[in-house]
């Protein structure tokens, strides 16, 4: 049991700048990399659009981290780098798997009590990906949105008492007409997009073109998407880096502020995940404080999954949102 | 996406010819193989001959014997940690095979899956589809990694592929990427994967062989084997004129993506339509079985004993779902560690081994009977809507799933099968007609099958009726009222007879003594809501519920 492995993703991945088109979807996930407070990225979309690719690409794309910010720190001091953590959840995963459990090598063998890290702690410092989220049982979702918020894993069971790190980025995929994912939960998420199969012919014959490449020589299609993946590191280094440094003025605080109230968001979460992102948007375009600009952009993926459901009314959420936006511009 | 693929007398020549290319190509991830009990062996011989080991994988196999982990039994008699290779581990450069693959479960199909997706150990999989039913598929998250959807249900016996000596490569012509992708444009299938499958169909078949260079003829192939079974809807094409009109959920589009393609695939492209499947029209036809299926899917499964609140130990071998528990296992041992000569490692026998229990919640069905007839206002049948929306906006939290069946004319018909999706309530709730007589036997029966066929996957019925009462057509469909109401009587009975709980709602303007009877008879509430709206509905059926 507790030697099954979820390995990392070891094949060299799809370059994050190859994907075709899912602008709003790439965009979210920098966001996330830039400043992994947001709370995790939930993505709504069919199978087969390059949801777990984007994810696998930007956790491939992103430097190693230093070995003591990743993984399972048990309190030992550790050198080096290693790369981002990538943990794809699988949906059967147990709690025992996921929070971690008894040694149980350890304990039948020596007889020793230890503590056997589980996906959290191994998600540590990186992503932590559930396909189909809404298909994983509800006491796991809110076993990881409670750590993930937390930023830290408390386990207490089976004799065990431990606490370790366990700060990632989660961003979960599903489609909505397989079951809906409560409220509550999908208010914990930062970010939620929703991707489409791109409309456009010669689109999807770009999307096959680049997997067939990608396919036949993966180290010589990497290596023409090279530069663009530099610039694209470049830019998340230079984010990150730029992010605390960030201004937001009241002014912009008091439009985010305007319009939560206008599309009727509950909760603060909604100002919190607007202001953080639009930080985040403008540390990425190398702006040096937040702008209102940067507040619509992100306005629908920060908001869209926020709005209080009227079961009788059918007009969409992104629709809903950037009416008020398109209402605010005009008050303005 | 729908697995069931193409039936003809030919299958069979198909199956082994997408055996070949699994051989030739195993990215091309395997093929759902459906129906042709003795068939399939053919099928498995062709991979035999061109594959390395093969593993068969039981519906019910356990994550270690999966993935890999500690053999218990052997760990247990050397006293040290022995391992072994999971099943999935062990196929590699081979292939594996799922019989009954309709029946595993989403998360064994998710690792396979998963498994495919990371490439560490290449394998083809075969995927055995027994389902009978509609809704009864492999997992779609399987199936949709496996290139190759083939129905032998129809199949006939036929002869071996001759051996070949595959190509090591083979290129396309210019402008096949553009066809293939029209082509699953024009289908409807909006997966990439799909067209991917089908470009690496096409070299393999023409590696197949012995050529190097992709013909038109591969990539019809490719288009017949791969995109076809994917169809969700008919191309745009012109000589489709007789064609019935394509189902509501083809969306724009797709059409105009038709009608976009460029003069040069235009060759590449009517090749592949040509060899479309002539059925194809068929099982268009009968589309929305498929997103039934996939709305069933997974309630169902949820209800395991692996997980859920738990309730303590007891003794049993681990393995086969159930996991084995430590703590209970140990303290078992414990007491007999000095009579077993212990050492300096605790000895554990089998009688020890203590597994867990757990206690999963079984899932709510709620089914709304809704009387659509003329005779029900239209306005009540909104009201009756808004309930349906209201409860299931709080079917999630509750773990429950809302189902709805509607009776008008001369018979019921279920609208919207058992789901908790809001968006596909929304869809069959719009276009929900009204008018007509009243079959209250039609629609209590229709209940009751639903109820019972719910409670046989361990989930908890529960019937609303909402009628005012007046039944007028009967059973038969004759319109003699005595004996409409004589069958809604008995029909009310039998729903009592099985013990389903239910409440009845009567929406007519006056309740008379009828409704109130018709739910003594069921073992129902009774409900006289008059002029109820669809929130004091809703709050009436909660409150029966929780009672």
Not at chain 2, 426 to 440: C, E, K, Q, V
Request: aromatic share 4%.
């Amino acid at each position: 049991m507790s030697s099954v492995c979820y390995k990392r993703f070891v094949r060299r991945s799809f370059p994050f700048s190859a994907i075709v088109g899912q602008d709003e979807m790439k965009q979210a996930l920098l966001i996330a990399a830039v400043d992994a407070r947001i709370g995790g990225v939930m993505v709504f979309g069919d199978r087969g659009t390059g949801k777990s690719t984007a994810v696998r690409a930007l956790a491939a794309l992103l430097p190693p981290v230093p070995a003591a910010r990743a993984g399972y720190q048990d309190g030992t001091p550790r050198k080096g780098r290693v790369p981002v953590p990538f943990i794809d959840l699988p949906l059967g995963a147990t709690e025992d798997r996921v929070v971690g459990a008894l040694d149980l090598e350890r304990a039948l063998g020596a007889g020793e009590k230890a503590f056997e890290p589980g996906l959290l702690a191994r998600a540590n410092g990186g992503f932590l990906y559930i396909d189909e989220i809404n298909l994983l049982e509800d006491h796991i979702v809110d076993l990881l949105l409670d750590v993930a918020a937390s930023g830290e894993n408390v386990v207490e069971r089976e004799g065990l008492s431990v606490r370790h790190p366990a700060r990632f980025v989660l961003v979960g995929s599903g489609n909505p007409e397989e079951g809906e994912l409560r409220p509550q939960l999908l208010d914990r998420f930062g970010l939620s997009v929703e991707v489409r199969t791109p409309a456009r012919l010669p689109d999807r014959i770009e999307i096959l073109k680049r997997c067939d490449g990608f396919e036949r020589d993966p180290d010589g299609f990497a290596a023409t998407w090279e530069k663009a993946e530099r610039k694209t590191l470049r830019r998340l280094a230079r984010a990150r880096d730029a992010l605390p440094d960030i201004d937001v003025p009241d002014e912009v605080l008091g439009y985010a502020a305007q319009l939560c109230m206008a599309v009727g968001a509950d909760g603060l979460r909604g100002e919190l995940t607007l202001m953080r992102a639009a930080r985040a948007v403008a540390a990425l375009e190398g702006a040096g404080a937040a702008t209102p600009a940067h507040v619509a952009a992100v306005a629908p993926m920060a908001l869209r999954h926020r709005l209080r459901r009227n079961v009788l009314d059918e007009t969409g959420s992104t629709v809903r949102i950037e009416r008020a936006l398109a209402d605010l511009a005009q008050a303005a | 996406m729908s697995p069931a693929g193409v039936s003809a007398p030919d299958a069979l020549a198909d199956a082994l010819l997408a055996a070949r290319l699994c051989a030739i190509d195993p990215g091309l991830g395997g093929i759902v193989l459906k129906g042709g009990e003795m068939l399939r062996e053919a099928v498995l011989a062709e991979l035999r001959a061109g594959l390395g080991p093969e593993r068969r994988i039981p519906v019910n196999v356990d994550d270690e014997r999966l993935l890999g982990g500690i053999n218990l039994t052997a760990t247990l008699a050397a006293g040290r940690p022995v391992r072994r290779e999971g099943l999935l581990a062990e196929a590699a450069g081979g292939f594996v095979v799922l019989p009954m693959a309709e029946r595993l479960s989403e998360a064994v199909a998710g690792r396979i899956a998963a498994a495919i997706d990371t490439g560490e150990a290449r394998f083809v999989t075969i995927a055995l589809d027994d389902g009978v039913e509609a809704d009864a598929r492999p997992p779609a998250a399987l199936a949709e990694r496996l290139a190759f959807h083939i129905d032998l249900t129809d199949a006939r016996p036929g002869a071996a592929l001759p051996p070949v000596a595959p190509a090591a490569r083979a290129a396309d012509p210019p402008g096949a990427i553009e066809a293939l992708v029209t082509t699953a444009a024009a289908l409807g299938i909006a997966s990439a994967r799909a067209p991917g499958f089908a470009l690496r169909a096409a070299r393999a078949a023409a590696r197949a062989e012995g050529r190097c260079l992709v013909t038109v003829a591969d990539l019809a192939l490719a288009a017949r084997l791969v995109l076809a079974p994917r169809a969700t809807q008919r191309p745009a094409e012109p000589e489709a004129a007789e064609a019935p009109p394509p189902p509501p959920e083809q969306g724009e589009g797709q059409e105009e993506a038709a009608t976009d393609t460029p003069p040069l695939d235009d060759l590449v492209l009517a090749a592949a339509l040509a060899a479309l499947p002539p059925d194809l029209l068929a099982r268009v036809a009968e589309g929305r079985s498929r997103q039934r299926a996939r709305a069933n899917g997974a309630g169902e499964r949820r209800l395991g004993h692996a997980r859920g609140r738990p309730l303590g130990a007891r003794a049993g071998l681990p393995g086969g779902g159930k996991r084995l528990s430590l703590i209970d296992t140990l303290r078992a041992a414990a007491p007999w560690q000095r009579l077993r000569g212990r050492q300096n490692r605790v000895l554990i026998r089998r009688d020890d081994l203590r597994i867990r229990r757990f206690e999963a919640r079984a899932e709510a069905l709620t089914i709304f009977a809704v009387d659509a007839s003329g005779s029900s206002a239209l306005a009540r049948l909104a009201e009756a809507k808004g309930a349906v929306e209201l409860l299931l906006a709080e079917a999630y939290v509750k773990r429950a799933e809302v189902a709805l069946i509607a009776f008008r004319g001369t018979g019921a018909e279920l609208l919207l099968p058992p789901t908790r999706s809001l968006t596909r309530a929304r869809r069959s709730l719009a276009d929900l007609p009204g008018g007509g007589g009243t079959p209250l036997a039609a629609g209590l029966d229709a209940a009751r099958l639903l109820a019972e066929a719910a409670r046989a996957k361990g989930r908890t019925p529960f019937v609303v009726v909402l009628t005012d009462g007046r039944a007028n057509i009967a059973a038969d469909g004759s319109t003699v009222r005595a004996l409409a109401e004589s069958d809604a009587a008995a029909a009310a009975r039998a729903i009592g007879l099985a013990g389903i709980a239910a409440a009845f709602v009567d929406i007519s303007a006056r309740p008379r003594p009828e409704g109130a009877m018709l739910a003594a008879t069921m073992r129902a509430r009774y409900l006289p809501l008059p002029r109820a709206d669809a929130a004091a509905m809703h709050a009436a059926i909660s409150a029966v519920q929780a009672a």
